[in-house]
């Protein structure tokens, strides 16, 4: 089993930059660096949505086209630890964020078996 928690969400003010974590707690028999790791968000009354995933060993990012060039995706395997920085927050990214780890480094949520249990983002103007 991973176990995911996020951190570094909060109220912040549009055009602010913002740092979430995601930490993982691994059973024995499971490897940090086999996982795809990705972030999701939800707004309120909207369906989860992709943001970006990063390949096991670091090497290769997606990012939806809504937070292209603004969030960027890294990890350290040996942390056990992935990281989406967003700089220049909007009102509309506003949202509980999901930290995910999957074998396959793909975009859709539904190849992904493990979720944290989210971190709040509000902005404000």
């Known amino acids: 089993q991973v176990q995911l928690v996020e951190s570094g969400g909060g109220a912040v003010q549009a055009g602010d930059s913002l740092r979430l974590s995601c930490t993982a707690s691994?059973?024995?028999?499971?490897?940090?660096?086999?996982?795809?790791m990705a972030w999701f968000r939800q707004a309120p009354g909207k369906e989860r949505e992709f943001v970006a995933t990063?390949?096991?060993?670091?090497?290769?990012?997606l990012y939806a086209d809504s937070v292209q060039g603004r969030f960027a995706i890294f990890r350290s395997n040996p942390g056990k630890t992935v990281w989406l920085q967003i700089y220049s927050l909007k009102l509309e990214d506003t949202a509980v964020y999901y930290c995910?780890?999957?074998?396959?480094?793909?975009?859709?949520?539904?190849?992904?078996?493990?979720w944290g249990q989210g971190t709040q983002v509000t902005v404000s103007s």
């Open positions: 691994t059973a024995s028999g499971y490897n940090f660096d086999a996982y795809a």
């Open positions: 995910a780890a999957g074998h396959i480094f793909a975009r859709n949520a539904d190849s992904f078996l493990f």
């Open positions: 990063i390949i096991w060993n670091g090497k290769e990012t």
